[in-house]
């Protein structure tokens, strides 16, 4: 399993290593299953109603796990050969991924009660929302966008793939090793949710040319009507400067959840490092990639924003030396967000 998370995941296996035990294999296991289900979902070279079909599926074989139950896997033959012939990161992992899901929910299927039932709530809520994205895009193209039409949908949307996340994962530390600390439960799941919805807002604008490129426009219609834009029109670098405005807005919006992700990281006792640790690091790279977001034409898709394994290294190096000095360590987000882009 440790071989396995560390071909399917960039920088979200640094934060699982560095977990305590009690919580590691929970997280570990329902990332798994969610990758899995994203990569159903994200296979275009199969056609939409075969990926439906294997996440329908592949949510029940979640759900019989979770009831303690062993079920037969889906059948993921085509699922897995398309990987050889996609493009992008850790797609021949993926294949792995895919055929090794029965020790994945093997693992599952052996937890206790509870977090059966937590891991099988976030992937339901997970798979609720592939499947919507599936719906919604499922015939798209380059010269037949897709888009989501309201606030309201892209809201739905980025809390079931991620917002819901920060829920289980607080419910999950709350359980074992901050168990007993006194800590406000509501205000920490409501802001592990927004913790959540920051690192997906943030993937969204990262990603916005290539997804256009692939007939999917997250940024909802009826916002850029306001701005006399179509989806369309994202396709020409050219649109920025109309497009700024709103892009801008987005912007401090996922400024704003990841600064409720640093809320909610520091709300934990400081001797829990290893949790805040974990914790920080997506919400610093995500701030950085924020950065890089402001100083480049996003709509440009010739020079992809991503942050290089050397850049997040810095950024994790940097908050573990930090760490000892807990006035400082604190300040370190607002830090990082007042300094220029990396060049």
Known sequence: MHKLLRQVSRSFYLTLQVLPRTIKTQLSIAYLLARAADTIADTGLVQVPKRMETLLQLRKSIEEAAAGRSVPLPDFGVLAEAQNEREGDGTPAERTLLEKLGSVLEALRNFTENDRRWVRDVLLTI??????????????????????????????????????????????????????????????????????????????????????????????????AQYGLEPHQLLDPGSIDQFNPLYEQYLKRAELYLSKGWRYTTTIPVRFMRIRLACSWPILIGMRTL?????????????????????????IIRSAALYPFPGIWSRLFEKVKKEPPLV
Not at 293 to 311: A, P, T
């Open 127 to 224: 798979t609720h929302g592939q499947e919507l994205d599936l719906i919604r895009f499922g015939t798209a193209s380059v010269s037949q966008i897709a888009s989501i039409e309201t606030e309201e949908d892209l809201d739905e949307y980025i809390y079931c793939v991620a917002g819901c996340v920060g829920k289980f994962w607080t419910k999950v530390c709350r359980a074992y090793p901050l168990s007993g600390v006194q800590i406000d439960d509501e205000t920490m799941i409501s802001d592990g949710i927004q913790f959540g919805k920051g690192l997906q807002l943030v993937n969204i604008l990262r990603d916005l040319p290539k997804d256009l490129h692939h007939g999917r426009c997250y940024i909802p219609k009826d916002r850029l």
């Open 291 to 315: 950065q890089q977001l402001r100083s480049d034409n996003v709509l440009d898709d010739r020079h992809r924003i991503k942050l290089s394994r050397v850049d997040m290294r810095h950024l």
